[in-house]
């Protein structure tokens, strides 16, 4: 069985975090095994931040792949994480690029990539990617489902 004693926010009713750098990711152990390496997906199709110019909305669909190690991330903390930008003006590429490396310092993962698929602001789609370099030898990692914008037309 896991041991789950470290972790706080799971079945405990949590406030979302003021900001990002006050948010918590809580880690749970991994027994990765022999063979090749397993790839944890999250999807985060309603990601939120503010710009750091105008304090409007920004809106994604994120998309994080890893191989854990000897870490998972436990994914109400990775909610709350995620939650937190709500109020954080930044733009779009810090927000991906930070949240790949909050991960990245929390789980120590073989392999992590991010995609960030921001919605048109000023008629422009963004779409920001970031991985920590190869993945694992003979892992599965399937494509991320999103595909480019492509307007209503």
């Known amino acids: 069985m896991t041991d789950t004693r470290n972790l706080t926010q799971l079945?405990?009713?949590?406030?979302?975090?003021?900001?990002?750098?006050?948010?918590?990711?809580?880690?749970?152990?991994f027994s990765r095994g022999d063979g090749?390496?397993?790839i944890v997906?999250?999807?985060c199709p309603e990601f939120t931040s503010l710009c750091p110019?105008?304090?409007?909305?920004?809106?994604?669909?994120?998309?994080?792949?890893?191989?854990?190690?000897?870490?998972?991330?436990?994914?109400?903390s990775l909610?709350?994480?995620l939650t937190s930008?709500?109020?954080h003006g930044a733009f779009h590429e810090d927000c991906t690029v930070m949240i790949g490396r909050r991960i990245v310092e929390a789980t120590k993962p073989l392999w992590l990539r991010i995609g960030g698929y921001w919605?048109?602001?000023?008629?422009?789609?963004?779409?920001v990617f970031w991985q920590t370099g190869t993945p694992p030898k003979d892992a599965w990692v399937p494509e991320t489902g999103v595909p480019p914008y492509r307007g209503r037309g």
Request: aromatic share 10%; no cysteine; charged share 20%.
């Open 36 to 38: 090749p390496a397993a």
């Open 85 to 87: 930008f709500r109020n």
């Open 41 to 43: 997906r999250f999807t």
């Open 11 to 29: 079945g405990s009713k949590t406030q979302a975090p003021a900001s990002p750098e006050a948010a918590t990711l809580e880690t749970a152990p």
């Open 79 to 81: 909610k709350l994480f």
């Open 53 to 76: 110019v105008t304090g409007q909305p920004d809106f994604a669909h994120i998309v994080i792949d890893y191989a854990p190690d000897k870490l998972l991330v436990e994914s109400k």
């Open 119 to 127: 919605y048109p602001r000023g008629g422009i789609p963004i779409d």
